[in-house]
T-cell receptor
Framework: QQPVQSPQAVILREGEDAVINCSSS?????VHWYRQKHGEAPVFLMI?????EQKGHEKISASFNEKKQQSSLYLTASQLSYSGTYFC???????????FGAGTRLTVKP | NAGVTQTPKFQVLKTGQSMTLQCAQD?????MSWYRQDPGMGLRLIHY???????DQGEVPNGYNVSRSTTEDFPLRLLSAAPSQTSVYFC?????????????FGPGTRLTVL
């Protein structure tokens, strides 16, 4: 079952902050975050695992609330290069059956 | 390293035709997968493989076949193309098996079925 992302779209000015949320109806084993620019492949941002382990880029921060079955991606002091569509992917077991949300389109304006 | 490569970049098929989308990686990754991406629906997993000789179905496997004869290659076969298979197809790979490993995506193949 696909996770639900919110908001669907957000427009920021450079320097502003944004939070993108990802919710699941089932208990989560891991959450992945990827960014995709128009016409390009998704690029890895972060993985959050059950139990608290995180892997990702230093400038990206995210949270994982196992109890609420939610994850949030925090984008601070946004830059023009942050523009793109952000996807969360969720896995509910240790196998590889990952489900992706519909995406959040982020636009950063000068 | 070339990373994950996909061919062709664009393809137009007629309904009923068959074809194979190629995917290769040179990173010695165990795990490989195929996704399709449709507008407003994100990425949907078609098939995946946890190693040579091992494949499994994902969320939307109908109409597609895969095989994994080598670690490097993971082709996706469309048996009899239908307009509903018009989509962008991404191949991805990761070093380890399991959802704790980041996936590296190929550049995609844009397929149109008329």
């Amino acid at each position: 079952q696909q996770p639900v992302q919110s908001p669907q779209a957000v427009i920021l000015r450079e320097g502003e902050d944004a939070v993108i949320n990802c919710s699941s109806s089932k208990a989560l084993y891991s959450v992945h975050w990827y960014r995709q620019k128009h016409g390009e492949a998704p690029v890895f941002l972060m993985i959050l695992l059950k139990g608290g382990e995180q892997k990702g880029h230093e400038k990206i921060s995210a949270s994982f609330n196992e109890k609420k079955q939610q994850s949030s991606l925090y984008l601070t002091a946004s830059q023009l290069s942050y523009s793109g569509t952000y996807f969360c992917g969720t896995a509910h077991t240790s196998n590889n059956d990952m489900r992706f949300g519909a995406g959040t389109r982020l636009t950063v304006k000068p | 390293n070339a990373g994950v490569t996909q061919t062709p970049k664009f393809q137009v098929l007629k309904t009923g035709q068959s074809m194979t989308l190629q995917c290769a990686q040179d990173m010695n990754h165990e795990y490989m997968s195929w996704y399709r991406q449709d507008p407003g629906m994100g990425l949907r997993l078609i098939h995946y493989s946890v190693g040579a000789g091992i494949t499994d179905q994902g969320e939307v496997p109908n109409g597609y076949n895969v095989s994994r004869s080598t670690t490097e290659d993971f082709p996706l076969r469309l048996l009899s193309a239908a307009p509903s298979q018009t989509s962008v197809y991404f191949c991805a790979s990761s070093y380890g098996v399991g959802p704790g490993n980041e996936q590296f995506f190929g550049p995609g193949t844009r397929l149109t079925v008329l």
